[in-house]
């Protein structure tokens, strides 16, 4: 079955960039959609096609898609950001990625 | 906007089958530009996707659930269900359901606020 692999843990300073990575085979030619998670709380979709944002997401967000990874980058990041972090795309089924903790130091 | 609001029992015993429902207010389930999902988030654990179906009726299913798993839509009322069959202790989770884009990109771009559900006699 497809597999998305995403670092458990990654750690920022305030106002610094974070870089979240996810990765599966030929990924890049699947789309790949992006949620943020806080505790106790539902998830919610910050990328969708790969580089959308849909509306209410600050610019901050960014993501792209190429060859085996997806990346996720939170530019000026913010102690608000600090979150549980889910790629997912589709092969057959929907598949998500086993989510990374983003820490805001 | 679309809201989702799950709903059902939060302790089902082992051996029983887990039933749960979604309630669609503010759009509709009819709607030919969305799947609608089932996902489960065990304690402490990742989302785990486990299917949708489409107004016509049409299913998928997580492959590593797919023997234990029935969803439905109800068109008139509004709302889609989900059974799980033969329950134990790991299926024990918060159980949420969305809204999927039927365009090819499967995002989900609304959730409900999740019911948990524990296995236990």
């Known amino acids: 079955s497809y597999e998305l692999t995403q670092s458990a843990s990654v750690s920022v300073s305030p106002g610094q960039t974070a870089t979240i990575t996810c990765s599966g085979h030929?990924?890049?030619?699947?789309?790949t959609c992006w949620y943020q998670q806080k505790p106790g709380q539902s998830p919610v979709l910050i990328i969708y096609?790969?580089?959308k944002r849909p509306s209410g997401i600050p610019d901050r967000f960014s993501a792209s898609n190429s060859g085996d990874t997806a990346t996720l980058t939170i530019r000026g990041t913010q102690a608000t950001d600090e979150a549980d972090y889910y790629c997912?795309?589709?092969?057959?089924?929907?598949?998500f990625g086993g989510g990374t903790k983003l820490t805001v130091l | 906007q679309v809201q989702l609001q799950e709903s059902g029992p939060g302790l089902v015993k082992p051996s029983e089958t887990l039933s749960l429902t979604c309630s669609v207010s503010?759009?509709?389930?009819?709607?030919?530009?969305?799947?609608w999902s089932w996902i489960r988030q065990s304690p402490g654990r990742g989302l785990e996707w486990i299917g949708h179906?489409?107004?016509?009726?049409?299913?998928n299913y997580n492959p590593a659930l797919r023997s234990r798993v029935s969803i439905s839509v109800g068109v008139s009322k509004n709302q889609f269900s989900l059974k799980l069959s033969s329950v134990t202790a790991v299926d024990t989770a918060v159980y949420y359901c969305?809204?999927?884009?039927?365009?090819?990109?499967?995002?989900?771009?609304?959730w409900g606020k999740g019911t948990t559900v524990t296995v236990s006699s």
């Open positions: 969305a809204r999927e884009a039927s365009s090819g990109s499967f995002d989900m771009d609304v």
């Open positions: 503010g759009g509709s389930v009819s709607s030919g530009n969305y799947y």
């Open positions: 179906i489409f107004y016509g009726g049409n299913t």
């Open positions: 030929k990924l890049g030619d699947k789309y």
């Open positions: 096609q790969d580089n």
């Open positions: 997912q795309a589709w092969d057959i089924a929907v598949v």
